[in-house]
């Protein structure tokens, strides 16, 4: 299974990666959305990090946001190795595509070039007003963040309950190009990000691939699954990679 997987890889000319939590959970990340995540732990938290309750009630929203996320600690945390394995998949020759419902932001800490963040990410905050953008030095200043030219009060770039996705039709996109969809750390629970293998499943040119610590209730429909943890499990491809 590994090598086929390899196989496969080598003889790419575009490859889109589709990544979930799993992804960061070398990172020490924790899941926000799974059973042992931060939502479950109290079903409020959609109320609250819904754009509703951000318009209503911007400076406890601030306040709870930064909890949630666990914004202190965002500095602190480095791409691990599956976040290096996907980065090197890039080649002269090959293109790769990373479509990730992470707000982490690991990813591109770890330089892969082309990254869509599909739910957004907790690194930057834009101006209602102005449209003019902050990053994460700029978000800590103050415990509510504020614009330096308006003083309105920012807007975090993670998609809120309630916030439209903008990105589905370019990760479609990319989806259309790809010759393999490896899809990593995510048990595709959430709609509409559950929906882009589909693209996939139906194009005979590409080959779709699940690597996730559990099973999914979209296993069937890929051609090669591997449950495992994903550090190892790209350590093992790594190792036909290399040959
Ligand atoms: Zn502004």
Redesign the pocket.
């Known amino acids: 299974m590994y090598e086929t997987i390899a196989l496969n890889i080598r003889s790419a000319d575009s490859i889109a990666v589709l990544t979930g939590a799993g992804v960061s959970t070398a990172s020490g990340i924790p899941d926000f959305r799974s059973s042992e995540g931060l939502w479950s732990e109290d079903h409020s938290r959609e109320y609250y990090m819904s754009s509703d309750y951000f318009y209503t009630n911007p400076e406890d929203f601030w306040k709870k946001y930064k909890a949630i996320f666990r914004m202190k600690l965002l500095k602190n945390y480095q791409p691990n190795s599956v976040h290096h394995f996907i980065r090197d998949l890039e080649q002269k020759d090959r293109s790769v595509s990373v479509i990730t419902q992470n707000v982490d932001g690991l990813h591109s800490l770890a330089q892969s070039s082309n990254v869509l963040e599909y739910h957004g990410t907790l690194n930057r905050s834009t101006?209602?007003?102005?449209?003019?953008s902050f990053l994460l030095d700029e978000i800590m200043r103050a415990p509510v963040p504020v614009?330096?030219?308006?003083?309105?009060i920012l807007k975090p770039d993670v998609l809120l309950f309630g916030d439209l996705i903008t990105g589905h039709e370019k990760a479609v996109e990319m989806i259309k190009q790809a010759d393999v969809l490896l899809v990593m750390g995510t048990s595709l629970l959430v709609t509409p990000f559950n929906l882009l293998p589909y693209d996939a499943f139906q194009q005979e040119y590409t080959t779709s691939i699940l690597i996730n610590n559990e099973p999914t209730d979209k296993d069937h429909l890929f051609d090669y699954v591997i449950h495992e943890d994903l550090t190892e499990a790209v350590q093992k491809i790594q190792t036909y990679l290399n040959e």
């Not at 101006?127 to 003019?132: F, I, S």
């Not at 614009?147 to 309105?152: K, Q």
Request: proline share 8%; glycine share 16%.
């Open positions: 101006c209602p007003a102005c449209g003019r614009c330096d030219d308006c003083g309105d």
